[in-house]
């Protein structure tokens, strides 16, 4: 009578020790991965790859998460590379020239990422898709105006063709932020596959010949992806060194070119404010010495 009380208490303790397993895989933080499509001047285009997780109500990155990128299908001749994600949770996966026979033939393509999985994480895999495409940029003269015309096209068969409907965002390349051309943000390219914009930052600084770069960028668009390119053009005014001599004593000089009145006024406030300390310290001493007495 006692053996099936046996088997009863043998089940009981594998059902728990598995809904403890099940809870515990369950307790793993999830990990997202993001892949992203990007073409620079019409060259070697390259895969982005950005792992998170969300912590509370925010996102998070994830670093040292290796990452296998393949084109078209999870097979070892379709690979792209593999990536160890940044401490920012980033990283770039470039198209290797074994993948080049399969890239010619493409019109529509698929890009597979799996993540191998780790102790924190299980492992995950995501695909994205675009349509291959390309993006250029020329100048026109409208009315004595100088503008821009982007053209955006893709591929279908064995032809390029026009893409309309995309957004585009024409801009100044600068050091710290590009600038756009013109009032709008963006610019959608019409039926022929064309955006055109009046440029209208005339006067805006170049280098020492005049000239400026300008970009055009289509971010994160659902169907072909992240494209740009750059044309220099020679719209800009002259950048003149005015050959001034950053060693002489000047306020913005390094501080050991301060000048020598500024040193004179800190140091006479120095003496004055340690002149008036000892003082008052010397009166303090006095005053003890005639308490005592």
């Known amino acids: 009578m006692k053996q099936p009380n046996n088997y009863k208490l043998f089940f009981a303790c ?3 020790l598995c809904s403890f397993s099940a809870k515990a895989q369950e307790a793993k933080p999830k990990l997202l991965l993001e892949l992203g499509y990007h073409l620079s001047n019409n060259k070697i285009p390259f895969v982005s790859v950005y792992t998170k997780s969300k912590n509370e109500r925010k996102f998070i990155p994830v670093a040292n998460i290796s990452v296998k990128v393949y084109l078209t299908q999870e097979a070892d001749a379709n690979l792209l590379g593999a990536v160890k994600t940044n401490n920012e949770g980033r990283g770039i996966v470039t198209f290797p020239p074994s993948v080049q026979a399969l890239w010619d033939t493409a019109t529509q393509f698929t890009i597979v990422g799996i993540t191998d999985a780790s102790k924190d994480y299980r492992s995950i895999s995501i695909e994205t898709s675009a349509v291959k495409a390309k ?3 020329d100048t026109v003269l409208v009315d004595g105006a100088r503008n821009i015309l982007v053209t955006v096209t893709k591929k279908q068969g064995k032809d390029w063709v026009p893409a309309k409907d995309i957004e585009t965002k024409i801009t100044v390349k600068r050091s710290i932020g590009n600038l756009s051309v013109s009032d709008a ?3 959608t390219t019409d039926s022929a596959g064309q955006a055109t914009v009046e440029f209208k930052r005339i ?7 005049g000239n400026i770069t300008l970009v055009a960028k289509i971010e994160d668009n659902e169907f072909v992806g992240n494209l740009s390119i750059e044309k220099t053009v020679p719209w800009g005014s ?3 060194n005015q050959g001034i001599d950053f060693n002489r004593r000047t306020l913005f000089a390094t501080r050991d070119k301060a000048p020598w009145w500024l040193l ?3 140091g006479s406030i120095f003496i004055g404010v340690w002149t008036v300390i000892i003082y008052l310290v010397g009166q303090i001493i006095k005053i003890r010495k005639l308490d005592n007495a």
């Open 264 to 266: 004179f006024l800190a």
């Open 135 to 137: 993006i250029n940029i």
């Open 14 to 16: 594998l059902i728990l």
């Open 238 to 240: 002259n950048f003149i």
């Open 203 to 209: 006067g805006i600084p170049g280098d020492e010949k």
């Open 185 to 187: 943000e963006t610019y």
